[in-house]
């Protein structure tokens, strides 16, 4: 089945201690989000690929960093994490049209 | 005031009840996403609706754009209904990939 597969699901870094998140799609999706969610709010947009095209949210903080090497993976890379970074990290593809968001599982972020 | 409000934020339910979570929106919008988030879980897209009705099993969702305004119904709803419903919108132009999201509303349903 075509899907968007994170690894790994549970993630657990050290204060200050670089981590990279995964994300995949078997979709051939040419759009790819980031999302950050904390316990109990909406999912907030971090930056989002459109093809190779990065696009940043201007609240995004420096820390967060990405990389899409090819069209099938993308990865989070948070330069040094802090204990307000723990949160549950969502991707999502989509087509450029009509831009329905298919979404992972997650990768849920302690920080220790 | 949220440019995607949801109502309500928390409804109990007893199992074979019929459900309904409302969604009302304050911006022009494209499309308007239902989706189910699970405790400790990602996300499932549920719907996405530009205009009239969808049904898929159990569930229906309806828009309406001159009100704008939107409602998810359950019918005769399960346990594993439980979860997190979101009620998402997609705006125009240049940010119109990005979704604006509502609150939820954490439905919980007794068996």
């Known amino acids: 089945d075509a899907m968007v597969i994170q690894n790994p699901r549970y993630q657990v870094t050290q204060f200050g201690k670089p981590v990279t998140l995964s994300c995949s799609q078997t979709l051939n999706h040419n759009v790819m989000y980031w999302y950050q969610q904390k316990s109990s709010q909406a999912p907030k947009l971090l930056f989002h690929y459109y093809d190779k095209d990065f696009n940043n949210e201007a609240d995004t903080p420096d820390n967060f960093q990405s990389r899409r090497p090819n069209t099938s993976f993308c990865f989070l890379d948070i330069r040094s994490p802090g204990l307000g970074d723990a949160a549950m990290y969502l991707c999502a593809t989509s087509r450029s049209t009509p831009y329905e968001q298919y979404f992972g599982p997650g990768t849920r972020l302690t920080v220790t | ?111």
């Not at chain 2, 969702?61 to 939107?70: D, F, G, L, M, V």
């Open chain 2, 1 to 111: 005031k949220n440019e995607v409000e949801q109502s309500p934020q928390n409804l109990t339910a007893q199992e074979g009840e019929f459900i309904t979570i409302n969604c009302s929106y304050s911006v022009g919008i494209s499309a308007l996403h239902w989706l189910q988030q699970h405790p400790g879980g990602g996300i499932v897209s549920l719907f996405m609706l530009s205009s009239g009705k969808k049904k898929h099993g159990r569930l229906i969702a309806t828009i309406n754009i001159q009100e704008k305004h939107s409602s998810l119904h359950i019918t005769a709803s399960h346990p594993r209904d439980s979860a997190v419903y979101i009620c998402a919108v997609r705006g125009y132009g240049g940010s119109q990939g990005n979704l604006i999201f509502g609150k939820g509303t954490k439905l919980s349903v007794k068996p």
